[in-house]
């Protein structure tokens, strides 16, 4: 039987409060809304950043067996394109037509929370080449 799944959630348990409801009710549903809005540029541009981010970060968790900083590295790779994407597409300097006020809206939640995320995740990341590869809830 294998117990990953449950040592995971137990990393993710262990994690601060304020990040748990950062990640659980504000971070992943704003980066599924693209999924929302495929038939539009920013939700196609999120929708990718996003799967990218997934196809990366579960097998690093899978791995680490929690939370690990290393997740931080792909945020890093996915949303800096995608936040200079939605920049480009809010002006006007990208896409055909344009946006939407549902698309506009989107753009910006997916700039604003990506880009509070960033912080985090630049800082994460540091931590994590300078060493710090400890795993949240997880024996050291």
Do not use: C
């Amino acid at each position: 039987m294998n117990h990953r799944p449950a040592k995971i959630w137990h990393s993710y348990r262990s994690l601060p409060r304020w990040v748990q409801v950062w990640v659980g009710f504000v971070l992943i549903p704003v980066n599924v809304l693209p999924f929302l809005l495929l038939d539009t540029w920013s939700g196609r541009a999120g929708a990718a950043a996003a799967l990218f981010v997934v196809a990366t970060n579960l097998p690093i968790m899978w791995f680490a067996g929690g939370m690990s900083r290393a997740m931080s590295l792909p945020h890093l790779l996915a949303w800096v394109p995608l936040e200079i994407a939605l920049v480009l597409r809010i002006s006007g300097a990208a896409g055909n037509l344009p946006p939407s006020t549902a698309e506009l809206a989107l753009a910006i939640a997916l700039l604003l929370i990506n880009g509070i995320s960033l912080a985090f995740d630049a800082l994460d990341s540091w931590r994590w080449l300078r060493g710090q590869r400890e795993v949240p809830g997880t024996a050291a």
